[in-house]
């Protein structure tokens, strides 16, 4: 009996032990961590206006279908597009004809004549994508363009702006944040 005690008195110090070490030590040490270290990202990369106010943030998509600014990945969460409470892709396979009607739908509203960018006409894996292909922003310029009545000269430097380069240099590809665009073309960011 005596020996049953011990291993219920080892195992219910070890639990409190434990539960005390992961359970409020390491969370306040990690947060503490990150909040000094990295601050901004910590919170969200949140993109403030100039008073103050959140407007969005660098790692959430936005729903942009206006002719005058970028237009992002396509959103699969449901029910309204870039909802970071649904995220999930749309798990429609590529023969789905779901998936091909909402991709030639995407096409027909940009209407070039160039090929489409893939990443135009199709959802993230999260639905919440806030990035672009180079080749899906250049696209876009003409429209953009012409929508303010501005030089694609001028769409065109404001996209390398907001453009980033690969992951330490060697992992992915350059991509094209859309809400900074889109803010830098309103003159919200500079």
């Known amino acids: 009996m005596t020996n049953l005690f011990k291993q219920a008195q080892a195992t219910i110090i070890s639990l409190l032990f434990f539960t005390l070490l992961l359970g409020g030590l390491y969370p306040v040490l990690t947060l503490a961590i990150v909040q000094t270290a990295f601050h901004a990202k910590a919170e969200g990369s949140l993109i403030r206006d100039s008073k103050g106010q959140v407007i969005g943030s660098r790692l959430i998509g936005q729903n942009f279908s206006q002719p005058q600014y970028l237009w992002g ?49 199709t959802a993230s894996a999260s639905g919440l994508d806030p990035e672009i292909s180079q080749a899906a922003a250049a696209y876009q310029v003409p429209r953009i363009a012409s929508a303010r009545n501005i030089s694609e000269t001028a769409v065109t430097d404001v996209i390398a702006r907001s453009t980033k380069g690969r992951t330490f240099g060697i992992l992915g590809e350059p991509r094209v944040n859309v809400l900074e665009v889109n803010l830098r073309l309103d003159g919200q960011l500079k």
């Open 73 to 121: 990945r396509l959103s699969a969460t449901g029910p309204t597009p870039y909802n970071a409470g649904a995220s999930s892709g749309s798990n429609l396979g590529v023969n789905n004809p779901a998936l091909m009607e909402a991709a030639k739908s995407r096409i027909d509203a940009l209407s070039g004549t160039k090929p489409v960018p893939v990443d135009l006409v």
